[in-house]
């Protein structure tokens, strides 16, 4: 099944390096694309589950889905996430 969250954090290529790179780790999703204009992911998941998964994986990661508060703590993720998401080739 197909999927879009759309995020808070997300502003450049870095992020959406960053977001794919760590989606790509979850063998259950494929399909993966990060929209920085839109601030949206999209993906293929298998279960339900994993779609929930995703979610949390991206609050983890600083990019809290629009349903969520976006925290100071989640702003900050989301600046080292982006600078890690940079320095990705």
């Given amino acids: 099944m197909k999927a879009s969250v759309i995020v808070q954090n997300l502003k450049c ?3 959406a390096k960053t977001i794919t790179s760590r989606l790509s780790e979850m063998n259950q999703l494929s399909d993966i694309y990060v ?10 998941y298998e279960n339900i589950d994993d779609a929930i998964l995703v979610k949390d994986k991206l609050k983890a990661l600083g990019y809290p889905s629009i349903q969520y ?6 702003k900050a993720r ?9 320095m990705l080739k």
């Avoid at 929209?35 to 293929?44: I, K, N, P, Q």
């Avoid at 600046?79 to 940079?86: E, F, H, I, L, N």
């Fill in 13 to 15: 290529d870095g992020c």
């Fill in 69 to 74: 508060k976006n925290s100071l703590s989640a």
């Fill in 35 to 44: 929209d920085t204009e839109t601030a949206s992911v999209h993906f293929t």
């Fill in 78 to 86: 989301s600046y080292v996430s982006c600078a890690t998401g940079k």
